[in-house]
DNA sequence: TTTCAATAGTTGAAATGTCAATCGTCACGG
DNA sequence: CCGTGACGATTGACATTTCAACTATTGAAA
């Protein structure tokens, strides 16, 4: 048992470099996939996408930009641009918050529920064919997924139910 | 078994969503770690990393632009520039091929395996400990991600012998 | 009150990535 | 040879993302 303890080691052994590979692999290559049939479709990019969705399930008054740049991963910056640009293309609308005037909720617009309306059904092919379709077990996929995530913070996330 | 058919939909049900969300946020996390940790540490981003990593594991002569560019999943011309960038920081060199002249040859310099070599623990312990020891069955990660790359048209891959 | 650290969000500049030409070279059919 | 279309890579313009201030507001302590 000379080499099975589970020690710091300065690089990852054959197999340990194999599954991260073939992680990364696959990751590119379906966010290019989705973003690639996104913007051919739609025109729509898998960020502005992301965004979109999020902003669709809140309620009548949308999220607070803080609270809509923790559900995508985003920097306060980044989504202070992106909904700027979203704003310009008219599907979304900022509205400043009445009880902290620092504030300002960000929500759709008739045109960005069009928007979303159109972009969902290509979301739903890309990923059915690609991820769902293509792994035989999707309940383990989850746990293996909601495992890293955990690991890195991820709130325990939308129950299912 | 009014609704177990795999015909398509123009949306995911709340299950397929889950997973979809489980993945997309767990891979954000994990590069974003990646990119974190190694922009701190050595003052290197990820896609620079791979770069790296690539040609390291090439022989002397380095690898084509275009041979580079599909092993880390690339267009042209971000490798064109992307490269242009390393070259500027002293850690690759260009060099025109030969017997192609339209072609060239991108190569560690001595300085690019040290940069390299400060790297590679870095990156090393972070996957360690938020992807491999995240998760219970390592094998079970890699053959799934296989299953999805392989769907995206991802060659089978260096096989790990 | 007045101050002041903390928070929410924005801004502009620099770095990075994408898109659509473009350049030089190759290979092949006249 | 001489076109001519395909290929490998680069370029510059534009879009997006990051980074480091910065503004305005809040909450709380003196």
Known sequence: MSTMTTRERT???TSDQAVWRSYLLAARLLFEEID?????EVDLSLPDYTLLVRLGEAGEDGLRMGELADSAVFSRSRISHAVARLEQAGWVERRSCPTDRRGSFASLTESGRDKLAEAEPVHARVVQQHLLAAVDDKDSLRRLTDSIGKSLGAEPGDPVC
């Open 36 to 40: 690639r049939s996104l913007s051919e």
């Open 11 to 13: 690089s990852l052994d």
